[in-house]
Nanobody
């Protein structure tokens, strides 16, 4: 099991560019695909982005493509989500997740380790 701790959320104005971080411990970080998912009030948790262990495969949800960038630093056991051009509809709790593959990150039924989540609120 991987322990995950997110940081970097908060209240942001529309158009802002915060960066979320997620630091892992407990297992060899580079062995895991990492990703971000989010859950808005009253909605189901949805996929945002995923990156493979070596960083060679990256996937994004259509709703964030071109605005968000996922990256990782395996030496620091940390994955990042750079969010640009934020919109009020990006308001959600953002969760970091670890799994075996990027496809598993985007698979509702696949096993994952989760962080506790960090709230991002975008004001208009």
């Amino acid at each position: 099991q991987v322990q995950l701790v997110e940081s970097g959320g908060g209240l942001v104005q529309a158009g802002g560019s915060p960066r979320l971080s997620c630091t892992a411990s407990g297992r060899t970080f580079s062995n895991y695909a990492m990703g971000w998912l989010r859950q808005a009030p009253g909605k189901e948790r949805e996929f945002v982005a995923a990156i493979s262990g070596a960083g060679r495969t990256i996937n994004y949800a259509e709703s964030v493509k071109g605005r968000f960038t996922i990256s990782r630093d395996n030496a620091k056991s940390t994955v990042y989500l750079q969010m640009n051009s934020l919109k009020p509809e990006d308001t959600a709790v953002y969760y970091c997740a670890a799994s075996t593959t990027t496809q598993a990150i985007n698979n509702r039924d696949a096993s994952k380790d989760w962080g506790q989540g960090t709230q991002v609120t975008v004001s208009s």
